[in-house]
C-alpha cells in the first residue's frame, strides 16, 4: 500500500514507468518537442488508482495486463482504441474497460487527463457467483461500456470515493477490514456497471440450502470473525454453501445481505469500543470506526446514530 507520483518530459523515461507500473508497451509522440507527462498512483492489496495527465499526443500498444483495467476520461480523448473484436473512441465523462484482462489493446491518447482504475479480476469472484454448471468458471466482464450512464456514475463515484477517503489517508489505508471492505465495493459496483458473467438468482439447490441452519452458521461465523478481513466468498465457504445460497438465505430470513450484517456486527463492536473507553485516555472515534471498517467519520455518524440514537462522540464522551 502506498502513493507514487512520476513527473517528466522525457519520453523514454515514461515509456518506462508505464511498463512497469501497467505491462510491457511501446508509446510514440505525435507531439515530440514536448512530452510533459504526470502520473499519481495510490494502492491497495488487488487495486490500483492512478491519475494521468499527458499533454501530448501518444499512441500506445499494451501487453494483456492480467487485471481489469478501467479508464474514466476527464479531459481530451483517447482514439482509435482497440482489441479484439472491439473499436472504440472515448471522451470526457466516459467510463469504459479498456480491455479484458487477457487481451493485449492499442490507441491514440490526445493530450488527455485521465483515470485508470485496475484491481485483480479474483474480486469479482469474491462478491458474486458464475453461472451454474457444468459450465463454471470466473466472472468475466462481456462489454466494454457501462449499462447505463447511472451506472458509471455510480461506478465513478465508488472510484471516487476510495480515491480520496481510503488510498488517499495512508493511516486509513493501513486498516485490513477498509481495504477489504472497499475492494469488495469496488468489484460490486464493477459487476453493477458493466454486463457480466455473474448469476446473481439462486438454483433449485441454492434455496433448498438457504435454511435458517445455513444462516445461523453464518452469523456465528461472522461474529466469530469480525475482526478479520472477510468477504462473501469467505462466508459461504465456511458454511459450505455457493455465494447465491448464502445470500439468498440472508434475504430470506433477514431481509438483508452478508455484508451488510457483517457491517452491523461491526458497528456493534465499535459501539462497545466507545462505551468502555476513556474519555480522556486520547483514543478518538476516527480511530475506533477505522478499526473496525468504517473509513469516512460522517458515514459512520450517521450509521451510529440511526443504530443507537446518539452520536458516537456523545457515547464517548460519556
Not at 187 to 212: G, I, Y
Request: charge should be negative.
Amino acid at each position: 500500500m502506498g502513493s507514487l507520483v512520476f513527473d517528466s518530459d522525457d519520453l523514454e523515461a515514461t515509456e518506462a514507468f508505464l511498463c512497469e507500473a501497467y505491462a510491457r508497451m511501446t508509446i510514440s509522440s505525435g507531439t515530440p518537442d514536448s512530452s510533459p507527462a504526470r502520473i499519481r498512483r495510490d494502492t491497495m492489496p488487488s487495486v490500483s488508482v492512478d491519475e494521468l495527465e499527458l499533454g501530448f499526443d501518444m499512441s500506445y500498444a499494451v501487453e494483456p495486463l492480467g487485471r481489469i483495467c478501467l479508464c474514466l476520461v476527464h479531459e481530451g480523448t483517447l482514439q482509435d482504441h482497440v482489441y479484439q473484436g472491439v473499436r472504440d473512441d472515448f471522451g470526457p465523462g466516459d467510463m469504459v474497460l479498456l480491455a479484458p484482462p487477457d487481451l493485449p489493446y492499442a490507441g491514440r491518447v490526445c493530450t488527455a487527463r485521465y483515470n485508470i482504475t485496475m484491481l485483480d479480476p479474483a474480486l469479482l469472484d469474491q462478491v458474486a457467483a458464475t453461472g451454474p454448471k457444468p459450465a463454471p468458471g470466473p466472472v468475466r466482464l462481456t462489454g466494454h461500456r457501462p449499462y447505463s450512464q447511472a451506472a458509471a456514475r455510480q461506478l465513478t463515484n465508488t472510484i471516487t470515493y476510495l480515491r480520496d477517503h481510503v488510498l488517499g489517508d495512508p493511516a486509513t489505508a493501513g486498516q485490513p477490514l477498509i481495504t477489504s471492505a472497499g475492494s469488495q465495493l469496488l468489484a460490486a459496483s464493477v459487476l453493477a456497471a458493466f454486463p457480466n458473467t455473474a448469476h446473481t438468482e439462486p438454483t433449485a439447490q441454492d434455496r433448498t440450502d438457504a435454511h435458517s441452519a445455513t444462516l445461523r452458521r453464518a452469523v456465528a461465523y461472522i461474529e466469530d470473525h469480525a475482526d478479520q478481513p472477510l468477504t462473501v466468498a469467505d462466508i459461504a465457504a465456511a458454511v459450505h454453501v455457493t455465494i447465491r445460497a448464502l445470500q439468498y438465505a440472508f434475504r430470506r430470513h433477514l431481509d438483508t445481505t452478508p455484508l451488510a450484517y457483517l457491517r452491523r456486527v461491526r458497528l456493534a463492536h465499535a459501539h462497545r469500543e466507545l462505551r468502555e473507553a476513556h474519555p480522556l485516555g486520547g483514543v478518538t472515534v476516527a480511530d475506533i470506526a477505522a478499526r473496525w471498517g468504517f473509513p469516512h467519520p460522517g458515514r459512520f455518524a450517521a450509521l451510529y446514530r440511526e443504530a443507537y440514537g446518539t452520536s458516537p462522540s456523545d457515547t464517548l464522551r460519556s
